[in-house]
């Protein structure tokens, strides 16, 4: 156990559709990382978050938005769903000393 | 900016045999590089990590990976393969160390079989 906690763990929706993610670092961990693993794109850094305020940004699409709340929770909604949006979705958070990202278990997103 | 190419996608190793999985880097500031093993249906869990100290660095369950600045190579090795090491594994890279604002970029992976 990783100490991250990602809900749903699973979500089917339709196309057009808007979902929310939700994620809750390990205890004391500032950082939220969010990423998106697809067959074809691989693992692919979406955006970071530290203490509340975005600090870096990858591949993240217009429709895609993420947040993080006073308690260090975060979220990652997705709006305007289309078919290649269907990927896993992590999270992982950091202690700012070590650098090691604790990855939770995943919410897997089907846009049918 | 920072890139992480992995070399093959899917290597197979007979059980007992020698584990290299190659990884290269880019990157315009002394890198902080990792490796994490996805095993299925899971979250990625780290390995190992340079910092900059020791070249060679060792990880869990009998994993090392040597920096080569030179090279810009990072490679994953196990001497003797376990069934159990059947897995994804991935090199990432961090161009700001361990800074908040910091992005940790994932190589493609590359898919670890063992054969009895």
């Known amino acids: 156990d990783s100490g991250v906690t990602q809900t749903p763990k699973h979500l089917i929706t339709a196309t057009g559709q808007r979902v929310t993610l939700r994620c809750s670092p390990r205890?004391?961990?500032?950082?939220v990382y969010w990423y998106q693993q697809s067959l074809d794109q691989g693992l692919q850094f979406l955006i970071h978050?530290?203490?509340?305020?975005?600090?870096a940004k990858g591949n993240i699409l217009e429709r895609f938005s993420a947040q993080q709340f006073p308690d260090l929770h975060s979220e990652l909604n997705l709006s305007s769903l289309e078919l290649g949006d269907s990927a896993l979705y992590f999270c992982?958070?950091?202690?700012?000393?070590?650098?090691?990202?604790?990855f939770g278990e995943g919410s897997r997103l089907t846009v049918l | 900016a920072q890139s992480v190419t992995q070399l093959g996608s899917h290597v197979s190793v007979s059980e007992g045999a020698l584990v290299l999985l190659r990884c290269n880097y880019s990157?315009?500031?002394?890198?902080?590089l990792f490796w994490y093993v996805q095993y299925p249906n899971q979250g990625l869990q780290l390995l190992l990590k340079?910092?900059?100290?020791?070249?060679l660095v060792k990880g869990i369950n009998g994993f090392e990976a040597e920096f080569k600045k030179s090279e810009t190579s990072f490679h994953l090795t196990k001497p003797s393969a376990h069934m159990s090491d059947a897995a994804e594994y991935f090199c990432?890279?961090?161009?700001?160390?361990?800074?908040?604002?910091?992005?940790?970029?994932f190589g493609s992976g590359t898919r670890l079989s063992i054969r009895p």
């Open positions: 992982a958070s950091s202690a700012r000393t070590t650098g090691e990202l604790f």
């Open positions: 340079y910092t900059s100290a020791a070249t």
């Open positions: 990432a890279v961090s161009d700001a160390g361990y800074s908040s604002a910091s992005k940790i970029i």
């Open positions: 978050y530290y203490n509340g305020e975005e600090r």
């Open positions: 990157s315009s500031v002394p890198p902080y």
């Open positions: 205890s004391g961990d500032l950082s």
